[in-house]
T-cell receptor
Framework: KAGVTQTPRYLIKTRGQQVTLSCSPI?????VSWYQQTPGQGLQFLFE???????NKGNFPGRFSGRQFSNSRSEMNVSTLELGDSALYLC?????????????????FGPGTRLTVL | AQSVTQPDIHITVSEGASLELRCNYS??????LFWYVQSPGQGLQLLLK??????LVQGIKGFEAEFKRSQSSFNLRKPSVHWSDAAEYFC??????????FGDGTTLTVKP
């Protein structure tokens, strides 16, 4: 079965722009979590969705938002991009809800979207 | 506030040798504990987790971890390392405050 798909894989934006990243979970999975990974801040939990509801949100400013659709696909949006938003953005899916992005059951990660802000 | 410390930024072991990666947490109660591995070609993967019960937890790929409450530690071990284990390893905690925190990671290099 197909794995977790993230699009686009690479993205270059300039400061002040906004960006939308997409994550398609494994078929049947209703839980999607998002993470930001940077050399300076490491791996950080962004938000978690289950059945179109945001269950938990990490410590990020309101410029970071997300949503989940009825088919479980999820998008995250970052508005007014800053240089510090340059990162690898990962998403993961699982059958059951997680714990602020940490899995209570088998969890599958996508390859990530590499965002560069110039 | 909760925190997770992985004291070793980089560890090098010879193939076939045993491995122990350290993880210490700071939290008032016992959190839920996790270990993840991130390989360049494989992405991020959950190795094992501890919620309660037996303090020795078995995971995938031959890894195990032991929770020691007295030391606030959850160290990851493997008896015999394979070259394919070279990767970055992350410890993470979840607390009943609804927050998760990842450690900064330990990069494992395996010498032939």
């Amino acid at each position: 079965k197909a794995g977790v798909t993230q699009t686009p894989r690479y993205l270059i934006k300039t400061r002040g722009q906004q960006v939308t990243l997409s994550c398609s979970p494994i078929s049947g999975h209703r839980s999607v979590s998002w993470y930001q990974q940077t050399p300076g801040q490491g791996l950080q939990f962004l938000f978690e969705y289950f059945s179109e509801t945001q269950r938990n949100k990490g410590n990020f400013p309101g410029r970071f938002s997300g949503r989940q659709f009825s088919n479980s696909r999820s998008e995250m949006n970052v508005s007014t991009l800053e240089l510090g938003d340059s990162a690898l953005y990962l998403c993961a899916s699982s059958l059951a809800p997680g714990l602020a992005g940490l899995s209570t059951d088998t969890q599958y990660f996508g390859p990530g979207t590499r965002l560069t802000v110039l | 506030a909760q925190s997770v410390t992985q004291p070793d930024i980089h560890i090098t072991v010879s193939e076939g040798a045993s491995l122990e990666l350290r993880c210490n947490y700071s939290y008032g109660a016992t959190p839920y504990l996790f270990w993840y591995v991130q390989s360049p070609g494989q992405g991020l993967q959950l190795l094992l987790k501890y919620f309660s019960g037996d303090t020795l937890v078995q995971g995938i790929k031959g890894f195990e971890a032991e929770f020691k409450r007295s030391q606030s530690s959850f160290n990851l071990r493997k008896p015999s390392v394979h070259w394919s284990d070279a990767a970055e390893y992350f410890c993470a905690v979840y607390t009943n405050a609804g927050k998760s925190t990842f450690g900064d990671g330990t990069t494992l290099t395996v010498k032939p």
